[in-house]
């Protein structure tokens, strides 16, 4: 049995899909939606599928435990970034080692790092003539779009595309593949302990 969390700032039609296909499962369930941004979609959707959901400010979230008990109280094991924005703290990174996972949507290791998110990263495919682009789902480590890849699949970038188009048919394959390439990761994983202690200099 597995917990999962999920952290979105935006729209979070991904969180919605993975929210609907483990709903009624009785292995794994996602138990909370956090978000850095109180005008995010993502939070109505949540309110909708009645999952709980926080709103956290930078201070709170870089400097303070808060997340990370809300985390321990909802029994979380794994941690998955649904169009998040903000880079996750080492707290975290420490505390749910292999445990997060993150979309990023084109064919990393190209388009991604500091500042390839949303429609940037389609600017730049198309920008650069490519012929195909695609989705990433990955473990982040201390740098994003970095961790180890579980899984890509692949779209072709038509002629005339413009970013918005792009966009939609990458979206259609996240919401194909995110859940189902999380529910594989989890048959492989056991319950996270938390008893491991947090070096004070990661909190
Ligand atoms: C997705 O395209 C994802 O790859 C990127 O942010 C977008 C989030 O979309 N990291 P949504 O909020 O789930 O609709």
């Not at 941004?37 to 956290?56: D, G, H, I, M, Q």
């Amino acid at each position: 049995m597995s917990n999962i969390a999920i952290f979105a700032s935006g729209s979070g039609s991904n969180a919605e899909q993975i929210i609907r296909y483990f709903s009624g499962n009785p292995e794994h369930a996602v138990k909370l939606i956090l978000s850095n941004n109180a005008n995010a979609y993502v939070l109505e959707r949540a309110k909708n599928l009645s999952v709980p959901s926080f709103v956290f400010d930078r201070q709170t979230f870089y400097n303070a435990h808060k997340v990370l008990d809300l985390l321990r109280e909802a029994e979380i094991d794994i941690i998955v970034l649904a169009g998040f924005l903000w880079l996750v703290p080492d707290y975290l990174l420490v505390t749910f080692p292999q445990r997060i996972i993150n979309i990023h949507p084109a064919l990393l290791p190209e388009f991604g790092g500091k500042g390839m998110y949303g429609a940037r990263v389609h600017e730049a495919v198309i920008r650069e003539g490519r012929k195909k682009s695609g989705i990433t789902i990955h473990l982040i480590d201390e740098e994003y779009d970095r961790g180890n890849i579980l899984f890509q699949a692949e779209c072709p970038v038509l002629p005339g595309d413009t970013p918005d188009d792009l966009a939609s048919r990458i979206h259609q394959l996240e919401h194909r593949y995110f859940p189902e390439t999380i529910n594989s990761y989890l048959e492989n994983l056991g319950p996270l302990s938390y008893s491991a202690q947090i070096p004070t200099d990661k909190i």
